[in-house]
């Protein structure tokens, strides 16, 4: 696991070393970091989102799982757990929002194909009050076809790990990216 510095240095996360920034490829919104594995079907995300209205963590990143699963198309989306902060955890380090972790599973049609596509995600959601701003980690685990193998819980508990590493690790150098 290696430190990287994400837009523009205003964040820092902590990364798996096989992960390929996806904007060398191809263009990425301002607002996101995309990062892929080199030997997997595996992507890391930042993105920064305004808000969502849901006042309360775990409707919170409910909402935004519901609306990556619509945005994705999702024909079938549970949410599979949910890890609330501890009451008083008010930051990781230097007022970065200790996250709200959220994994779940959505199958898609990719590429227009038929066949349903499995996706385990991962989400950690950071809410930054004060500038209204809602900061989201997502990694995305494609695992094959419905109906196919299950993904080897081996392999789905590094991913897990490396996700909270990265989620432990997140940290918010510079909130005017915000502003």
Not at 15 to 35: A, C, H, K, M
Not at 116 to 128: N, S
């Amino acid at each position: 696991m290696s430190q990287r510095g994400l837009f523009g240095g205003a964040i820092t996360i902590v990364y798996p070393p096989n992960l390929i920034d996806v904007s060398e490829i191809r263009q990425v919104p301002d607002t996101q970091e995309v990062f892929v594995a080199a030997d997997s079907d595996v992507s890391f995300i930042v993105e920064v989102l305004e808000r969502v209205d849901p006042p309360s963590p775990n409707e919170a990143v409910r909402h935004v799982f519901d609306a990556l699963a619509h945005d994705n198309s999702a024909v079938f989306s549970e949410v599979l757990n949910v890890t609330l902060p501890e009451q008083g955890a008010s930051s990781l380090k230097n007022g970065t929002p200790t996250p709200i972790l959220l994994s779940g599973v959505q199958h898609v049609q990719k590429f227009n194909r038929t066949a349903v596509d499995k996706v385990h995600i991962f989400l950690a959601l950071y809410r930054i009050d004060s500038k209204n701003v809602d900061l989201v980690l997502s990694v995305n685990v494609h695992y094959g076809a419905e109906g196919g193998p299950p993904m080897d819980s081996e392999t789905l508990g590094t991913i897990e790990r490396q996700y909270l590493t990265a989620a432990s690790s997140l940290h918010i150098v510079d909130f005017t990216l915000f502003a």
